[in-house]
């Protein structure tokens, strides 16, 4: 009867169908008949009757066992259906661009989200074609073929898996690829890797585990490591990327933040696999792979403080403009800082394996960085680095101040780089939390005294030209030590002015303050040294000769000042 059903079964073409109807439930009937009576005439005493009837049974329930395979294998062979697949959410497209360079700011590329919203269809089977797939498990696994229906899910899920992977832009990528691109390309390849695994984490594991949960669901076991099986394979492929993507020893300064989008990006996963896997080598190998790019990662941010050690240039900024190594730095500290959680958990990493040498030096580096910015000592280890490199930045555009001859313009320099070093920190509260109070009230009393020393320096001699001492003789005023006054007053003013106007405040506020500041001292003594003194010239052609400026002209000349040349004008309000 079962050999019948099982004839009757294979001769329809009903295996070909992926939908069961009265004749699968025959065959199912047939196939539990069949493993009974083998099981049962397995407890006999063979001969040769028994025998024949043994390996009649057998035969019979292997052909039925094949026909199973098969109508398993079809099932989940997603490239078999006619089904209509459509995919709508693709790798998300960021724009290619440079962080920053050391003369323009420009914002950072944004970083690539996964949006949980997009409709996900896969895997692309309906109820009732996973209730056909558990009915035919289920009749494999009660006769004994638990292995091959083991070996066509596994085979089937992974191709699937592939496939999906494809449809969601991602390939993959091995050492020699990497060695052949350029940035920007590379570029891309992360930003889908990152696209792909976040994919995984929020949607592909926990669809996969329901899957097997769903095709299994008598034998949870199973369930489980035909899960684990498959999200193994498939974090491990996962992560050949970052593995490949460390080996590479170029790393320049820009490659710190898609470094630091990998190591999150691994951070998550490792979260993900403690919840979805209890596979404690695979997460192990994951958090080892995350470590490989935050050490990677920490790498590159040192290279920071190397990048301003080797800026030995030795000529002046024209203008005495922001220093195009402020610009560097700060804009790069800025953008690190939007990483701030993530830099501090690389660097405890980091020096928490170490060797005890290494630690006592940065030891006595933090102990040293502390207190110069009057941090507490529980500051992390990121925190010390980040002060360590505003050190650095300090002691160098201080040594960069003194190849200008004139010390006017050297405190300009320092004012301008002073300014936007701390208009940075303000505009950053990670930067500001870190640098602390006491740091950016020092680096305010700097600007204070810079500010002092260039109007002692610039406007000292003109001042002394507007004294009311020293001009008479005898009692009466001398007319030629006034005009003498008056001359050098218009000489000194206006070579000033000349050469200043050329200068370059880009800061307004910093610009305002000077002319403010510059205005305050020289426009009242202008003008008490002119009223009291003018009427002493005997007519007004002759005073015309010598005062060449009104009060209110003063005031107006001021106001040309550090404004810089059109050219130099239009670069920096771009740059700003």
């Keep these: ?240 990327f970052p593995n490949a993507f460390v080996l590479i020893k170029q790393y320049s300064a820009e490659k710190l933040f898609k470094f630091l989008d990998i190591y999150e990006t691994l951070r998550d996963l490792t979260s993900s696999l403690g919840t979805e896997l209890p596979a404690l080598d695979l997460i192990s190998e994951t958090s080892e792979t995350q470590r490989r790019v935050g050490e990677a990662a920490v790498t590159i941010f040192c290279q920071l403080e190397n990048s301003i050690k080797s800026d030995n240039g030795r000529i002046p900024v024209a203008s005495g403009a922001v220093h195009p190594l402020t610009r560097y730095t700060m804009n790069y500290l800025k953008y690190a800082c939007e990483y701030k959680d993530t830099l501090q958990l690389v660097f405890q990493q980091h020096y928490e394996t170490e060797g005890s040498t290494r630690r006592k030096v940065q030891k006595q580096e933090s102990k040293n960085a502390i207190e110069d910015n009057g941090r507490s000592p529980k500051t992390s280890h990121f925190s010390v680095k980040l002060m360590m490199v505003m050190d650095l930045l300090d002691a160098k555009i201080e040594m960069k101040s003194k190849f200008y001859r004139d010390p006017a313009l050297r405190y300009i320099f320092l004012m301008n780089n002073g300014r936007y070093i701390l208009q940075k920190i303000k505009g950053s509260t990670d930067i500001d939390e870190i640098m602390g109070p006491s740091w950016s009230g020092k680096r305010t009393s700097d600007l204070r005294q810079y500010h002092k020393n260039y109007q002692r320096e610039t406007w000292r001699k003109v001042l002394q030209c507007l004294n009311h001492e020293g001009l008479q003789i005898n009692g009466k005023v001398s007319k030629a030590i006034l005009k003498g006054r008056f001359k050098n007053f218009n000489t000194l003013f206006d070579e000033i002015r000349k050469t200043q106007s050329i200068w370059m405040v880009s800061d307004e506020q910093l610009k305002s303050e000077l002319r403010v500041s510059i205005s305050a001292v020289v426009i009242p003594a202008y003008r008490s040294f002119l009223g009291r003194f003018k009427s002493h010239f005997d007519s007004d052609k002759k005073a015309e000769k010598y005062i060449k400026h009104q009060p209110e002209d003063i005031e107006g000349l001021i106001d040309t000042l550090f404004e810089g040349n059109m050219t130099s004008m239009g670069r920096r309000r771009h740059n700003n």
């Design 1 to 240: 009867m079962a050999e019948s059903r099982i004839a009757t079964y294979e001769q329809s073409e009903a295996s070909a169908k992926l939908g069961f109807n009265e004749k699968h439930t025959s065959f199912f009937e047939a196939i539990s008949c069949l493993s009974k009576i083998v099981n049962t005439l397995d407890e006999f005493q063979f001969d040769s009757a028994t025998t024949s009837c043994f390996n009649r049974a057998e035969s019979v329930h292997h052909r039925a066992m094949l026909l199973s395979e098969y109508q398993f294998l079809a099932l989940l062979d997603i490239s078999k259906r006619n089904c209509n697949v459509t995919i709508d959410s693709k790798t998300p497209k960021t724009p290619k661009q440079s962080f920053f360079n050391s003369n323009q700011e420009t914002d950072r590329c944004v970083k690539p989200e996964y949006d949980s919203r997009t409709e996900i269809v896969f895997p692309y089977f309906p109820p009732q074609s996973v209730a056909n797939m558990n009915r035919v498990a289920l009749a494999m696994i009660s006769a004994g073929y638990e292995e091959e229906c083991f070996i066509v899910y596994s085979g089937l899920r992974l191709k699937a898996l592939d496939f999906e992977f494809s449809n969601q832009g991602y390939e993959n990528v091995n050492m020699e690829d990497f060695q052949s691109m350029d940035w920007e390309s590379m570029e891309g390849e992360i930003d889908n890797w990152i696209h792909i695994v976040k994919y995984c984490t929020t949607n592909l594991f926990s669809v996969e585990r329901k899957l097997c949960n769903s095709v299994f669901p008598e034998h949870s076991l199973i369930a489980q490591k035909l899960f684990c099986d498959l999200a193994t394979s498939l974090t491990i492929r996962l992560l050949n």
